[in-house]
């Protein structure tokens, strides 16, 4: 028998290993490389996403829910001290001055920080599709400030717009802190958009349908999941702080038959045409004051300010984003010449606002000017048909619903945002006849979307910057 004495020999062509006791792991580093093992699995599991999107939905929910809550004391502010100056007019020549200290203010934000003018969504859409990157910490803050400047100003613009790019750049810190890029960076950016919306109107179904009918006009189980997961948290926290009730208090008890059918289709045709017409006017504006006029953003800035100080002193319901002037309509306190009125000047003064590239956005304007039209309308058919008054604010709620469709070219989101705002089940499908209607008239007169149109003009102007 042989005696094996050499080394085995596949071992002996392997360099001999030293093991030294110093370098061997010791149990805290194996626990860090199982936790690190672990979270790599779970990031490349099915389950992360929806899981990552809960976590914007808090984060972006929650940078929404103190945005609304800043707006509401702005609002509360603008109040008084109109209250104030109405009592004591000689304060007026101050409340001028503070006017102009709000516009040099949002003046120096949008300065430092162009991204933030307007309502935002534009510019999500071109970070969305790779055309622009934006600072997302920097852009949140200046949002942030400028809208609250603006609301103590008066300014007609909306919360929704900038909720939800503040949720989404709030989706977007989230992902870098998490080290994600790409398509996963882009699902946590439109988590957090989505999440916005939701806490903003209390919709949850509509922050959904907007991110998939308007941000990516498509569907996608991957996409979704991460988008309910978020809109879920950012409601609940959400209700947390507002309550559970809708936005707005009224809500349309009127069944339709097939009689009122024949009413909504008119009303339908209507919001087509005039929200092609508001699509057409607001990108007039926009290039003129932004693009052709030569004006420094001060003076732009300064104009719907001083606008907006003059309006305090003769029609103080037209400041602001219009929630209580939709109350009041609903409520049946205006006649029609002064509804027509409200309309034409919440109509320019909006155009004004949003056109000198203020940071705040056009939803909730748009909507209000719905209102208005919407109950125009039902006032005309309440006095030619002798309806029932209760139509009124059934029609108003039609009206804001066909605007958002004709103008955002987005019917579902827009009878869902409704129907959730009012929490009127009698009313849905109506809201969806006239959306709908709204909606094939404007494409038919070949109006663009307008946050197509301002994404277009956005793109255009980074691409003669390069």
């Known amino acids: 028998m042989t005696q094996c004495t050499g080394p085995i020999p596949f071992l002996a062509a392997m360099p001999e290993r030293r093991y030294n006791k110093e370098k061997e792991p010791d149990g805290e580093e194996s626990d860090m490389n199982e936790r690190a093992g672990l979270w790599a699995r779970f990031t490349e599991s099915r389950a992360f996403l929806p899981c990552a999107g809960f976590a914007a939905g808090i984060l972006a929910g929650g940078v929404s829910v103190l945005y609304r809550l800043s707006l509401q004391f702005a609002s509360d502010t603008l109040g008084h001290s109109l209250t104030f100056i109405r009592k004591n007019a000689g304060w007026t020549a101050v409340w001028f001055l503070v006017l102009i200290a709000l516009a040099g203010l949002t003046s120096l934000l949008v300065r430092r920080q162009p991204l933030i003018g307007g309502s935002g969504i534009p510019q999500l859409e071109c970070e969305l599709h790779g055309k622009i990157k934006s600072s997302w910490l920097s852009v949140l803050l200046c949002k ?268 579902f989101t827009g009878a869902i945002l409704l129907f959730e705002m009012t929490g009127s089940v009698h009313t849905l499908l109506p809201l969806l006849a006239v959306s709908l209607i709204a909606c094939a008239t404007a494409d038919a007169l070949r109006s663009a979307p307008i946050y197509d149109s301002l994404a277009a003009r956005l793109n255009a102007g980074r691409r003669s910057e390069a």
């Open 144 to 411: 942030f400030a400028g809208g609250f400047l603006c609301m103590l100003g008066g300014l007609s613009l909306g919360r929704e717009g900038p909720s939800i790019q503040l949720g989404a750049m709030a989706g977007k810190g989230f992902s870098r802190f998490l080290r994600r890029g790409g398509e996963e960076e882009r699902v946590l950016i439109s988590c957090g958009a989505s999440a916005g919306l939701a806490a903003a109107f209390h919709a949850p179904a509509a922050g959904v349908l907007f991110c998939l009918e308007e941000l990516h006009h498509t569907f996608t189980p991957r996409l979704l999941l991460p988008l309910m997961t978020a809109v879920l948290s950012a409601d609940l926290l959400s209700v947390q702080v507002f309550g559970v009730g809708p936005v707005f208090q009224f809500a349309p008890q009127t069944d339709f038959t097939p009689v009122l059918y024949l009413l909504v289709v008119p009303l339908g045709l209507l919001l087509g045409v005039l929200g092609a017409f508001y699509n057409a006017a607001t990108m007039a504006v926009v290039r003129f004051l932004q693009d052709k006029s030569g004006l420094p953003v001060f003076v732009r800035l300064l104009i719907p300010f001083l606008m907006a100080g003059i309006l305090a002193l003769c029609a103080p319901s037209l400041l602001g984003s219009g929630h209580n002037l939709v109350e009041q309509a609903a409520a049946g306190d205006y006649m029609l010449e002064i509804l027509l009125l409200l309309l034409v000047g919440k109509f320019l003064f909006s155009l004004l606002s949003f056109g000198s590239g203020a940071p705040g956005g056009i939803f909730f304007p748009l909507l209000v000017l719905g209102a208005l039209i919407g109950c125009s309308y039902g006032v005309c058919a309440v006095e030619l048909f002798g309806l029932e008054k209760d139509l009124i604010a059934a029609f108003l709620l039609l009206g804001m619903a066909g605007n958002f469709a004709a103008i955002v070219r987005a019917p």
